[in-house]
């Protein structure tokens, strides 16, 4: 049974940070591609980061690049998303995810991520 435990978000002022972590188990972590997702009230679920499997290729939507970092830990099954010079716009449900399938090609689309943690709320003051 695959599960993703998400911690690390909170309240932070504008142009603060804040690094938020995803524990995964149950599967074998370092052949999927990892991604993070956010949803703000009112709007859809939408893309933020994702990191490949073989831990080389990044990609980022632009309302968060040059801000955000992903990384991952294989050794610990977990991943990361630093979020630096936060801004109020960024305030969000913020979620993991894992490919459904093992050694992906790539993708941005939330129906290609099987697997989801239970959220952490960011929430950013002006």
């Known amino acids: 049974q695959v599960q993703l435990v998400e911690s690390g978000g909170g309240l932070v002022q504008a142009g603060g940070s804040l690094r938020l972590s995803c524990a995964a188990s149950?599967?074998?972590?370092?052949?999927?591609?990892v991604g993070w997702f956010r949803q703000a009230p009112g709007k859809e679920r939408e893309f933020v980061a994702r990191?490949?499997?073989?831990?080389?290729?990044?990609y980022y939507s632009d309302s968060v690049k040059g801000r955000f970092t992903i990384s991952r830990d294989n050794a610990k099954s977990t991943m990361y998303l630093q979020m630096n010079s936060l801004k109020p716009e960024d305030t969000a449900v913020y979620y993991c995810?894992?490919?459904?399938?093992?050694?992906?090609?790539?993708?941005?689309?939330?129906?290609?991520?099987?697997?989801w943690g239970q959220g952490t709320q960011v929430t950013v003051s002006s």
């Open positions: 995810a894992v490919e459904s399938a093992p050694y992906g090609s790539g993708s941005q689309r939330s129906s290609d991520f099987g697997y």
């Open positions: 149950g599967l074998v972590f370092s052949t999927y591609q």
């Open positions: 990191l490949s499997w073989t831990d080389r290729s990044t």
